[in-house]
């Protein structure tokens, strides 16, 4: 059994988590106190224009051949490129083999990158929201580009890296588009731990949980003395709300700064998703930006856009996945323990995290 204390500043519990429950966390607040190295914040390069960057404008002839631009016509406000260096691609076929219980698969895909903004050092909580919803879009455009493409590719994964320990080898803001003919493990663990879910009880476990998050509150006492243990207040876990989208601090945050949107309304499908509708989630993504930026500034970090597969069950999935945003801040280094266990160990509290998040004044 957990400890739970009602001194939330001494915490030392295993939470599990409800989307995927062989994915657990430690949560070991006095780990904090330890000697350690945190990862080093990025610095930011603020300049609005680097000559020798291949992603500032009129550097194009630097970047692979265009894939599109927003706007069309004029000078461009987001670009797409090839990426130089791809990890799947379609330029050669190559059959997989299967060698005794060795197995391979063509590694075909796409890999390219989208050029968030033309300033060079403009963070994502510093554009204007109408910037933020255009680039949705152009995020959704391309999925939907892709999917059509080619039968074979049953998932495409947007992400954006921040700071070399996130993976980003330019400091140019952009994100990337990585289409491939599997679905990832970790996204086929959510998928098909919510279709168990929803089979069970019928309603999707992400929309159970927003609905917690907005309405559900608990006290829980010691049977023995009848000291209150610990207190679940309504809006505990939020941090911004929008019209039509929120974003939640999770119960079991394997990052100390981990955050997740979520449409309001259950959507499983990010491409279902109403261009009306992209306004609101960029202001709260704008918003909860600004608010990580406010309280731990210059972190390295990596978010990324889950959304449900376009494989032979995407229907049958549909009632029970839920596509979201997670944004996973890199404040410390992973330990052997982590690595080795596949547990991650957060060192602060998640009900004080989003205490001090949504305390900031916008």
Known sequence: MSEIQADSSDVREIRINPIVPSESVLVATARSMRPKKAEELAPRDTRKHVDTCPFCRGNEHKTPPLIMAWPETGDWQIRMVENLYPVLGDDRAQSGFTFGLQQTIDGYGRHEVIIDHH?????????????????????QTRMRQLFESDERLKYVLIFKNFGPAAGASIPHTHS???AMPVVPVNVDAEVSNSAIH??????CIFCALIDEALTFEATLYDRASGAVRRKINVGQYVVERGEKFIAIK?????????????????????????????????????????????????????????SVPHDAQQDAHAPSYHWHLEICPRTSIPTGFELGSGLFVNTINPEQAAERLRAITL
């Open 198 to 203: 929803y089979a069970k009880h019928h309603h």
């Open 250 to 306: 999770p119960f079991a945050s394997r990052y100390e700064w981990e955050v997740h949107i979520l449409p309001l309304t259950h959507q499983a499908d990010f491409l279902d998703l109403r261009g009306e509708d992209m306004a609101d989630l960029a202001r709260v993504l704008k918003r909860t930006m600004a608010r990580l930026d406010a309280v731990i500034g210059g972190a390295q970090y990596n978010f990324f856009l889950h």
């Open 176 to 178: 990337q588009v990585i």
């Open 119 to 139: 300033e060079h050092g403009t963070a994502i909580h510093e554009m204007d929201e109408s910037h933020l919803a255009a680039l949705f879009g152009v995020y």
